[in-house]
């Protein structure tokens, strides 16, 4: 794939066998600590950073993905299994990478978090960065009682 626009930061997976880049600035980086994002990742929390899906391109390669509920979906490499980028489904048209993923994740920083009720306790390094709680507000409420997950079961 080629494209004339200049890359404002570029990543990809582990193996390399996907490659994505971004065509503007990077724009409300964060970290989710919600149980989706801590299974999503297999890790703490999802460290995320994003911008316009309209500036956004997979270069290299195509992801593999799973619609982690009716109203996101999440990529990944099927060769080496690195998670790649969360995006919802609807018209807010944003694709957000996983910071760890990028070629410079120091450059992104972090803006806010999300999720802080699944926050690990000895998770202390954004403490002094804004926090939400899932399901704040009442539009949020709204938003996912749309949602259907396609999680399994978070124990046997
Ligand atoms: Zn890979
Ligand atoms: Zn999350």
Redesign the pocket.
């Known amino acids: 794939m080629t494209d004339a626009r200049q890359p404002v930061a570029t990543g990809g997976?582990?193996?390399?066998?996907?490659r994505y880049a971004f065509y503007a600035p990077l724009e409300n980086s964060h970290v989710c600590h919600c149980r989706m994002c801590q299974r999503a990742t297999g890790g703490l929390f999802a460290a995320l950073a994003g911008g316009a899906l309209a500036n956004f391109a997979w270069t290299r390669g195509t992801p593999a993905f799973f619609p982690s509920s009716n109203l996101a979906r999440r990529a990944f490499?099927e060769?080496?299994g690195?998670p790649l980028s969360f995006h919802y489904e609807d018209e807010t048209a944003r694709m957000y990478v996983t910071m760890g993923s990028l070629d410079h994740p120091e450059r992104a920083g972090i803006v806010r978090q999300f999720g802080v009720e699944s926050r690990l306790p000895w998770v202390k390094f954004c403490e002094d960065i804004p926090g939400e709680i899932t399901g704040n507000s009442e539009e949020e409420q709204q938003y996912l009682a749309k949602m259907r997950t396609n999680q399994g079961p978070a124990r046997e």
């Open positions: 997976c582990q193996c390399g066998a996907v490499c060769k080496c690195t």
